[in-house]
C-alpha cells in the first residue's frame, strides 16, 4: 500500500507561479513512476506529467510544455510540479499518482495509487 499527500496548491493570479509536492509513504518510491494529472469540474481527468524510477524519461501534456517542471527527489520521497506562467484555463484540482511498474506513462489506467487532490485555481 502505497500513501500519496499532495501540497502547494493554492489561488494565484494568471502568470503566477506554484510548485506542487507530493509525498510518498510505504512502498519502494525510487522503483515507482509518478505521474501528475488534473481534473477540472465537468471534465475528465488528465494527464499534465509524468516522470519515471529514474528521471531519465519524462512526458508533458501539449498545454503545459515549457511552463510545468516535473522532478523528483527519491531521497526525500517526493515528486514536485513547478508550475509556471500559470493560466485560468490550469484550473483544476490536480492529483499524483503511482504507477508500480516504474515507467510514469500517460495512460491514468496504468497508475496503481492515487493522493487525494490539491485545488489549484488561477484567477484572470
Known amino acids: 500500500q502505497v500513501q500519496l499527500v499532495e501540497s502547494g496548491g493554492g489561488l494565484v493570479q494568471a502568470g503566477g507561479s506554484l510548485r506542487l509536492s507530493c509525498a510518498a509513504s510505504?512502498?519502494?518510491?525510487?522503483?515507482?513512476?509518478m505521474g501528475w494529472f488534473r481534473q477540472a469540474p465537468g471534465k475528465e481527468r488528465e494527464f499534465v506529467a509524468a516522470i519515471n524510477w529514474s528521471g531519465g524519461s519524462i512526458y508533458y501534456v501539449h498545454s503545459v510544455k515549457g511552463r510545468f517542471t516535473i522532478s523528483r527527489d527519491n531521497a526525500k520521497n517526493t515528486v514536485y510540479l513547478q508550475m509556471n506562467s500559470l493560466k485560468p484555463e490550469d484550473t483544476a484540482v490536480y492529483y499524483c499518482?503511482?504507477?508500480?511498474?516504474?515507467?510514469?506513462?500517460?495512460?491514468?489506467?496504468?497508475?496503481?495509487?492515487w493522493g487525494q487532490g490539491t485545488q489549484v485555481t488561477v484567477s484572470s
Open positions: 510505504g512502498g519502494t518510491f525510487s522503483l515507482y513512476g
Open positions: 499518482a503511482v504507477d508500480l511498474a516504474g515507467r510514469g506513462v500517460i495512460s491514468r489506467y496504468e497508475y496503481d495509487y
